[in-house]
């Protein structure tokens, strides 16, 4: 079955960089786009960012463009969002999710803490 | 990309109905079908319950059912059942491959 596992969340200061991964099992990873998704402590999901299942194309929320990059390796199946400049506001649980016009799969998620 | 509308809040007793709405804009929900819905208990992963508006994923009870009208997507949730409390989001594509999700509804069972 499915399964996404995602880690490197952790403490951060402010203005730092920290990499999270996607670990991808269960389907033929090369073929799929895939996302990010975040949820504030207390708030609602939102859409991070899309990469498309070649890594041809990558978009992003105006919350996060020029600051984070999201990639791909399909040789590990695994995805990744590279996060610079990080803010207090990026305090979040970051979920991978598989597909494309909806998101039918999703990891357990990683929390990133950015705080002083 | 503002986030889509949802209530905060939704109650019903158990083999009751609730339904969930969802608004958006012209520029999401109104021009695109696809939007889907996720159930979410806090602390796991969130599940995919509705897509194209109206599909359910296979092993998605039919108690779970999505609509759309306008620029105002919904879902219903019939014979309610102690395990349907959590919290629902409903996401739309917004053109130019990037997404938005509602502010989400937390389900009481009461």
């Known amino acids: 079955q499915v399964q996404l596992v995602e880690s490197g969340g952790g403490v951060v200061q402010p203005g730092g960089s920290l990499r999270l991964s996607c670990a991808a099992s269960?389907?033929?990873?090369?073929?799929?786009?895939m996302h990010w998704v975040r949820q504030a402590p207390g708030k609602g999901l939102e859409w991070v960012a899309f990469i498309r299942y070649d890594g041809s194309n990558k978009y992003y929320a105006e919350s996060v463009k020029g600051r984070f990059t999201i990639s791909r390796d399909k040789s590990k199946n695994t995805l990744y969002l590279q996060m610079n400049s990080l803010r207090a506001e990026d305090t979040a649980v970051y979920y991978c999710a598989k597909d494309l016009w909806q998101l039918t799969d999703w990891g357990q998620g990683t929390l990133v803490t950015v705080s002083s | 990309q503002s986030a889509l509308t949802q209530p905060r809040s939704v109650s019903g007793s158990p083999g009751q109905s609730v339904t969930i709405s969802c608004t958006g804009t012209?520029?999401?929900?109104?021009?695109?079908?696809?939007v889907s819905w996720y159930q979410h208990h806090p602390g796991k992963a969130p599940k995919f319950m509705i897509y194209?508006?109206?599909k359910r994923p296979s092993g998605v009870p039919d108690r779970f059912s999505g609509s759309k009208s306008g620029n105002t997507a919904s879902l219903t949730i019939s014979g309610l059942q102690a395990e349907d409390e959590a919290d629902y989001y409903c996401?739309?594509?917004?053109?130019?491959?990037?997404?938005?999700f509602g502010g989400g509804t937390k389900l009481t069972v009461l």
């Open positions: 996401c739309s594509y917004a053109g130019s491959y990037t997404w938005v």
């Open positions: 269960g389907f033929t990873f090369s073929s799929y786009g």
């Open positions: 194209d508006v109206s």
């Open positions: 012209s520029s999401d929900v109104g021009t695109y079908n696809y």
